[in-house]
């Protein structure tokens, strides 16, 4: 008896629920995120679970699955398992909430977002494809709009535009596209720089080339300073998940380390920040070993 | 059977509304970064880079060692190994050595060290080789503050094989046959890391170096 009391009640207040749409949403990105190790606050607020009334209805929108994309590697999208909690309890707006703010706020970055660019991102062909699904969000972007389409720089205006959408629309997914102000992280530095592998314009690739002796090999430091580096110039390298791993040390230095290593098969060049004579005063790199050895 | 009359209905509703709230809260243990105590501790995908480095140094470290003792490189460049590697080190950085004959080890600091392996390596050829027998656990660090300082503080467990080869043994000679040395020995050597915030131009960035090498066992 008390048993049937009790799920009588229970199912007199799911009775009371809303009607759910679960409606999925992607972040897209132009560039990576910098030194973020959290996601930024403005993920949550954009995919806070909400309560919202088309015409006389109400629904209870829970935004999931989250995605997210870059359009400056490929246009694939990343799943992230922000509601790894969806079979724990009955997915209210009041449950999801909790857990989604707890997961924003402790869970550390999707690696996806701080991988560096590979290609020029297309944000007006993006926009071309999904303008109808698509809400534009920045923090520090100096223009209203981008391609007739208004540029958010606060998540609450977003959520009201995208209640707006989802009641109008009824988008089978929701993109909200991050932009900056810079379009590229290596234009900010006050000179210009380069970004992604170089290539055959690597300036430490004679260095690693073991066809050569290391006599060879460190003989070729004078030339390659003169040529790419200023005379105070540093190496920052980072691991493959871009954490600082060795800051800043002298380019010279640094040269002459990787001269002499017999492990290391390639030097990805993240950014090279160059002063107003086109020489190099600060590299990021990725070294990349051959770990078999 | 128990009957549920008016007054239970209130005293049900608040268990009712309790498990739901209990059942709603998220579990922080999720959460909680297990490798260390430290109030800003690295994210785990920062602590993979940073034990990556910190492995990548030891190798560095005892291919350094190798060419040395092999002698087949130019002073010029014997001399450029070994102030490579005295950087790996923090500035008081020591390494400890024993014979299999010692019951304890000659603790150097790394430069001198350094020096001697390279002066035994001209005298007489030694040829050591490595192995990674315990690798730096992200989730094994320890998180230690001296003074304003945050330090992380792990190790790394290298059995090193050496072996001073015969006067007259070929350049060929496998150094895992005994009867080529004139001495040989098996050592467990624990490295201690350090990793240390500090703040750069690229912003705060963690150093790692290697503290000291000690010696566990000699066979």
């Known amino acids: 008896m008390k048993i049937a009391y009790f799920i009588l009640l229970t199912l007199i207040m799911i009775s009371c629920n809303n009607q759910q749409e679960f409606i999925p949403i992607t972040f897209v990105f132009e560039k990576p995120l910098h030194n973020q190790t959290k996601y930024p606050p403005y993920f949550y607020s954009i995919a806070e679970p909400f309560t919202t009334k088309c015409g006389e209805d109400k629904f209870d929108i829970l935004l999931k699955p989250i995605a997210v994309s870059r359009l400056d590697i490929s246009n694939k999208e990343v799943a992230t398992n922000a509601w790894y909690f969806e079979g724990m309890g009955e997915n209210t707006v009041e449950f999801s909430k909790n857990w989604l703010s707890q997961y924003f706020k402790d869970t550390t970055v999707n690696a996806f977002l701080l991988e560096p660019t590979i290609r020029e991102a297309s944000v007006e062909q993006f926009l071309f494809k999904n303008k109808e699904s698509c809400l534009i969000y920045s923090e520090d972007s100096p223009e209203p709009t981008l391609y007739d389409l208004p540029v958010y720089s606060k998540p609450q205006p977003l959520k009201k535009a995208m209640e707006e959408l989802i009641c109008k629309k009824h988008p089978e997914n929701i993109y909200v596209l991050i932009v900056s102000d810079t379009k590229l992280s290596l234009t900010d530095t006050g000179g210009s720089a380069v970004a992604g592998n170089l290539g055959s314009d690597n300036p430490f690739q004679p260095l690693i080339d073991h066809s050569k002796s290391d006599e060879e090999r460190l003989a070729e430091i004078d030339g390659i300073i003169t040529k790419y580096f200023t005379s105070t110039a540093t190496v920052t390298e980072y691991g493959s998940n871009k954490t600082i791993v060795e800051p800043a040390m002298p380019a010279r230095d640094y040269m002459n380390k990787i001269a002499l290593f017999r492990t290391l098969e390639r030097i990805e060049i993240m950014e090279a920040e160059k002063d107003n004579s086109g020489k190099i005063w600060n590299i990021k790199v990725i070294e990349h070993h051959n770990t078999t050895n | ?219």
């Open chain 2, 1 to 219: 059977m128990v009957s549920l009359n008016q007054k239970h209905w209130p005293l049900l509703l608040f268990f009712l509304l309790l498990t739901q709230y209990f059942y709603a809260q998220p579990s922080r243990s999720a959460f909680e970064n297990i490798s260390t105590p430290c109030p800003t501790a690295p994210a785990d995908h920062q602590l993979a880079d940073l034990a990556n480095k910190a492995q990548q140094k030891v190798t560095s470290f005892f291919e350094t060692i190798s060419e040395l003792g092999t002698n087949e490189k130019s002073a010029a460049i014997k001399a450029i190994y070994i102030q490579n590697t005295t950087k790996l080190f923090v500035t008081n950085g020591t390494v400890e050595e024993r014979s299999k004959y010692q019951k304890s080890g000659v603790i150097r600091n790394v430069a001198a060290y350094l020096a001697s392996i390279k002066a035994r390596g001209e005298n007489s050829r030694i040829v050591i080789n490595y192995e990674i027998t315990d690798p730096l656990l992200p989730n094994k660090l320890v998180c230690t503050e001296e003074g304003d300082q945050l330090i992380l503080k792990g190790s790394i467990t290298v059995r090193q094989y050496y072996c001073k080869l015969k006067k007259y043994a070929k350049p060929s000679d496998n150094f895992d046959d005994e009867a080529q040395c004139d001495y040989w020995d098996i050592t467990d050597k624990k490295i201690n890391i350090e990793m240390k915030l500090m703040k750069t131009v690229n912003g705060y960035g963690w150093v790692v170096l290697i503290n000291s090498i000690t010696v566990l066992k000699v066979k």
